[in-house]
Structures are given as C-alpha cells and as structure tokens.
Nanobody, 120 residues
Framework: QVQLVESGGGLVQPGGSLRLSCAASGSIFSINDMGWYRQAPGKQREPVATITSGGTTNYPNSVKGRFTISRDNAKNTVSLQMNSLKPEDTAAYYC??????????????WGRGTQVTVSS
C-alpha cells in the first residue's frame, strides 16, 4: 500500500511565501514523475508543477518564476516552494506521484491535499 502525505499549507498574506512538502511511503519500488496540482472551489484540478525522476521540471505560465518544485529521490519526497503568492493561488494543493509498487503494479497516486489561502 502506498500513501502520499502533504504538509505545509496555511494562511499567508499576498506577496508571502509557503513551502509544501509531500512524502511517499509504503511498498515503493521506484517513482517516476511527481508533481503538485491545485483545485480552487468550483474549478477543475490543474497542474502547478511537475518534475521527472531525472529532475526536469515544468510549470504553467501562471506560476512560472514564482514556484519551484524539487524532489529527493532517496527520501521519496517532493517539495514546492511558493513565493510572491497571490490571492488567485488560493486552493487545495495535491501531491501526485507515478509509482512502481513492489510486486509489479504501477499507477498514479494522490495525497489528500493541503489548503493554501492567500489573503490579507
């Protein structure tokens, strides 16, 4: 069984920073792509940042230059540093990972999410 657990969300003022972390645990053989997605009320879930096992990153224009994703392959963790936060960044943020499970199964796994609220 695989579990992704996020931490680091909270309330921050516009222009502030937050760092989200996600740890994958369980019967993990290897992890391919990892990423962060967000979902605001009434909107679809959208990608915020992705990173391959080799470290190649990708960001949408809405967060490029403000958000930075990183991962520690030895610890099965992925982090998201968010700077210059805007009210429109308010959403539930979800960690995602493509995981090869011991015994051969492969699939996408989601964390339960952590709330980020940007407000004065």
């Amino acid at each position: 069984q695989v579990q992704l657990v996020e931490s680091g969300g909270g309330l921050v003022q516009p222009g502030g920073s937050l760092r989200l972390s996600c740890a994958a645990s369980g019967s993990i053989f290897s992890i391919n792509d990892m990423g962060w997605y967000r979902q605001a009320p009434g909107k679809q879930r959208e990608p915020v940042a992705t990173i391959t096992s080799g470290g190649t990153t990708n960001y949408p224009n809405s967060v490029k230059g403000r958000f930075t994703i990183s991962r520690d392959n030895a610890k099965n963790t992925v982090s998201l540093q968010m700077n210059s936060l805007k009210p429109e960044d308010t959403a539930a943020y979800y960690c995602y990972a493509e995981i090869h499970v011991v015994a051969g199964n492969y699939g996408g796994y989601w964390g339960r999410g952590t709330q980020v609220t940007v407000s004065s």
